[in-house]
């Protein structure tokens, strides 16, 4: 099955900075999609990203399917920012293990 | 509230007692997940729904687990002489194919099993 990769598994930022995640997948994959989890445990979503570049607000996401990655970036971070961010594709969702962020004011 | 409602939210069980788990997904999407997350991990793949049909389980689940949804709406999911191993968040999702295929998760259902 298919096999999500994600970097870095863990992040520290001060406020204000910015950042960049990255997802690798092990092969093609439909239905990229990139969300954020509170630390209540809800999974909100952020983009459904199968090709192309996106931005809503301080985030913007860009997929390169033909190279089987995403990028996830957050500008000008804020400390509602953390929490644990997570890809996902294909049709049932793999999801890859996560990255922490942390953002400290 | 039209989002993914999930009920319990948090249920505490003996081991080998019988659990039950509900899901209302989003009105009129046609597709619906079970995933399971344990602490430090990703959400796992459990099941997947189209309107009634289950298409597919995922290896990893036993035949203690059991889902439905039978007339296409709400879905439920059972896990039968539960383990201590079982504990943990059940996430339900939906989504309606060929609209943008945004999906959305509920809340979560907390299981420990004692």
Same mark, same amino acid.
Not at chain 2, 10 to 39: A, M
């Given at each position: 099955?298919?096999? /999500?990769?994600?970097?870095?598994?863990?992040?520290?930022?001060?406020?204000?900075?910015?950042?960049?995640?990255?997802?690798?997948?092990?092969?093609? /994959?439909?239905?990229?999609?990139?969300?954020?989890?509170?630390?209540?445990?809800?999974?909100?979503?952020?983009?459904?990203?199968?090709?192309?570049?996106?931005?809503?607000?301080?985030?913007?996401?860009?997929?390169?399917?033909?190279?089987?990655?995403?990028?996830?970036?957050?500008?000008?971070?804020?400390?509602?920012?953390?929490? @644990?961010?997570?890809?996902?594709?294909?049709?049932?969702?793999?999801?890859?293990?996560?990255?922490?962020?942390? @953002?400290?004011? | 509230?039209?989002?993914?409602?999930?009920?319990?939210?948090? %249920?505490?069980? %003996?081991?080998?007692?019988?659990?039950?788990?509900?899901?209302?997904?989003?009105?009129?999407?046609?597709?619906? =997940?079970?995933?399971?997350?344990?602490?430090?991990?990703?959400?796992?793949?459990?099941? =997947?729904?189209?309107?009634?049909?289950?298409?597919?389980?995922?290896?990893?689940?036993?035949?203690?687990?059991?889902?439905?949804?039978?007339?296409?709406?709400?879905?439920? +999911?059972?896990?039968?002489?539960?383990?201590?191993?079982?504990?943990?968040? =059940? +996430?339900?999702?939906?989504?309606?194919?060929?609209?943008?295929?945004?999906? =959305?998760?509920?809340?979560?259902?907390? +299981?420990?099993?004692?």
């Amino acid at each position: 099955g298919i096999q /999500v990769e994600q970097s870095p598994p863990d992040l520290i930022l001060q406020e204000g900075a910015n950042s960049t995640l990255r997802c690798n997948f092990s092969d093609s /994959v439909n239905n990229l999609q990139w969300f954020h989890q509170n630390p209540w445990g809800q999974l909100i979503n952020l983009f459904y990203i199968p090709s192309g570049t996106k931005q809503n607000g301080r985030l913007s996401a860009t997929t390169v399917a033909t190279e089987r990655y995403s990028l996830l970036y957050i500008s000008s971070s804020q400390t509602t920012d953390s929490g @644990v961010y997570f890809c996902a594709g294909g049709d049932k969702l793999v999801f890859g293990a996560g990255t922490i962020l942390r @953002v400290k004011s | 509230d039209t989002g993914v409602s999930q009920d319990p939210r948090h %249920k505490i069980t %003996k081991r080998g007692q019988n659990v039950t788990f509900r899901c209302d997904p989003i009105s009129e999407h046609n597709r619906l =997940y079970w995933y399971r997350q344990t602490l430090g991990q990703g959400p796992e793949f459990l099941t =997947y729904f189209q309107n009634e049909a289950q298409l597919e389980k995922s290896r990893l689940l036993s035949d203690r687990f059991s889902a439905e949804r039978p007339k296409g709406s709400f879905s439920t +999911l059972e896990i039968q002489r539960t383990e201590q191993g079982d504990s943990a968040m =059940y +996430l339900c999702a939906s989504r309606q194919t060929g609209s943008g295929n945004t999906i =959305y998760f509920g809340e979560g259902s907390w +299981l420990t099993v004692v």
